[in-house]
């Protein structure tokens, strides 16, 4: 069936998904929001993913937007067979189930790259190949393992990242290692091959306390988390305003200091000669933040950020997600936008953070119910793998 031209740059790209909860469906909705097809497969009932309870209930409506849902019964001898036709109109395979089940199925890459050699077969797993690559792994596993916890939480009590992190940041990765792999593949004097992409947790969290790797080996001295880390400035912190209401503030130079003392109308502090440099700052910040806080705790909150606004000065109110829904900047730039979801429903969902020529990859198509698409995609393949697959 022919699609209506989108003009988006993965147009024409073809890409079959064997993922569920959050890693993998990332790097599929990525590539979705690209313009790419996406066909997300999913087994008999749907992907559990769509039914999580808790702190997971949002994951299938977060990142499994502009797809096509298949249902195929993998297990099956017959709907194994239509899915590795399915694999063979497709430039792109994603997958992040355990270690071992896609081969065990086969549809391992090594199988499927030899019947398909221009596939670019993706998978996102806990670990590279190593000493750990057996290992099953959850976002909080790996921010335990690479250090993520430990630079979160006060001393003596780690505590993981408010989102699953690692996770999306796997999937763009994948992502990321999709476009390298088609311009490979793709541009003139290429290879005219796919080939096959790894994507893992702990590796990406490594990546993000990469930086604080490199102080220790700079100055031989363990990085101490960062509620008890060594700040390079003296006013850069949360304080509470009045009625209990939190705002970040920051001051990072002699000038913005001396503007900050002015809105809060504190002149005795930017005259001191002992607080003249950031340096003297640092070395009684203790002091000077209590100081602060005790004039900020009597502070209208819209008021005092009215004026820190006006006198550019960096600050934050401390926001909660549900507070996001209502963002102004957030709707304004168009990064929030309706999507109808699986039941009809609407619902508000964060775009990428892209501006590609002026424009955002948005949504363009509901949220798919469970094999929605099962008969428009397979009626593509060849009649003898049509009625083993519905």
Known sequence: MPTEST????????VIEFTHMVMGPTCGMILAD?????????????DKTRT?????????????RNKKSVVLDIQTEEGLATAKELIGQCDVLLENFRPGLMDKLGLGSAALRELFPRLIYVSHKGFLPGPYESRLALDEVVQNMAGLTYMTGPVGRPLRAGSSVNDIMGGMFGAIGVLAALRERDRVGGTGQGQEIQSALFENCCLLASQHMQQFQMTGEVPPPFPSR?????????????????????????????????????????SDPALATNAQRVAVRPELLQKLGETLQHQ?????????????????????????????????SGGLVPMTT?????????????????????????????????????????????????
């Open 7 to 14: 003009g988006l740059p993965l147009e024409g790209v073809r």
């Open 34 to 46: 690209l313009g790419a097809e996406v066909i997300k497969v999913e087994p008999p009932g749907g």
């Open 52 to 64: 999580l309870p808790g702190l997971g209930i949002g994951f299938f409506r977060s990142f499994n």
């Open 230 to 270: 060594v700040s390079a400035w003296s006013v850069y912190d949360t304080f509470t305003v009045a009625g209990g209401e939190q705002l970040f503030v920051g001051a990072v130079s002699d000038k913005q200091f001396a503007t900050l003392c002015q809105v809060i109308e504190r002149p005795d502090l930017a």
């Open 300 to 332: 209208d909150l819209e008021t005092l950020c009215a004026k820190l606004q006006a006198a550019g000065l960096p600050y934050a109110k401390v926001v909660r997600p549900d507070q996001l829904v209502h963002d102004e900047h957030l709707i304004a």
């Open 342 to 390: 699986e039941t009809g429903d609407t619902t508000q969902v964060v775009l990428l953070p892209l501006l590609m020529g002026g424009r955002r990859p948005g949504v363009r198509s509901p949220l798919p119910a469970i094999g929605e698409h099962t008969e428009e995609v397979l009626t593509r393949l060849t009649p003898a793998f049509v009625p083993a697959a519905v």
